[in-house]
C-alpha cells in the first residue's frame, strides 16, 4: 500500500470590497448629527419651558391664595395684594 503525502489545502477567506467613503457622505452625516441635536435642543426648550410656565403659574396661584405680594410687569415694582372691602 503507498501512502500519498498529506499537503494542508490553504483556503484564504477575502471580505467583500467594503463601499468608499465620499466627502458627500461625510457631509450629510454631519448635517444629520446637527439636525438631530437641533431637534433634541427644540424638545429640551419646549420642555423646560413648559415647567417654568406651568410652576410659575403653581406659585402665583399660590400667593393669590395666600395673600401674598402681586408682582406688576408694567411698572416692575412689587405692589401689595389688591384688599377687598367687606361691607
Given at each position: 500500500?503507498?501512502?500519498?503525502?498529506?499537503?494542508?489545502?490553504?483556503?484564504?477567506?477575502?471580505?467583500?470590497?467594503?463601499?468608499?467613503?465620499?466627502?458627500?457622505d461625510?457631509?450629510?452625516?454631519?448635517?444629520?448629527?446637527?439636525?438631530?441635536?437641533?431637534?433634541a435642543?427644540?424638545?429640551?426648550?419646549?420642555?423646560?419651558?413648559?415647567?417654568?410656565?406651568?410652576?410659575?403659574?403653581?406659585?402665583?396661584?399660590?400667593?393669590?391664595?395666600?395673600?401674598?405680594?402681586?408682582?406688576?410687569?408694567?411698572?416692575?415694582?412689587?405692589?401689595?395684594?389688591?384688599?377687598?372691602?367687606?361691607?
Open positions: 500500500m503507498i501512502f500519498q503525502p498529506v499537503t494542508p489545502v490553504v483556503v484564504k477567506v477575502v471580505d467583500a470590497p467594503s463601499r468608499e467613503t465620499s466627502v458627500a461625510i457631509l450629510m452625516g454631519a448635517a444629520g448629527f446637527v439636525g438631530f441635536v437641533l431637534l435642543a427644540a424638545v429640551v426648550g419646549l420642555v423646560a419651558g413648559s415647567l417654568f410656565f406651568v410652576i410659575r403659574r403653581a406659585r402665583r396661584a399660590d400667593s393669590d391664595v395666600a395673600g401674598g405680594s402681586v408682582l406688576n410687569l408694567s411698572s416692575l415694582e412689587e405692589q401689595p395684594p389688591p384688599t377687598t372691602s367687606t361691607r
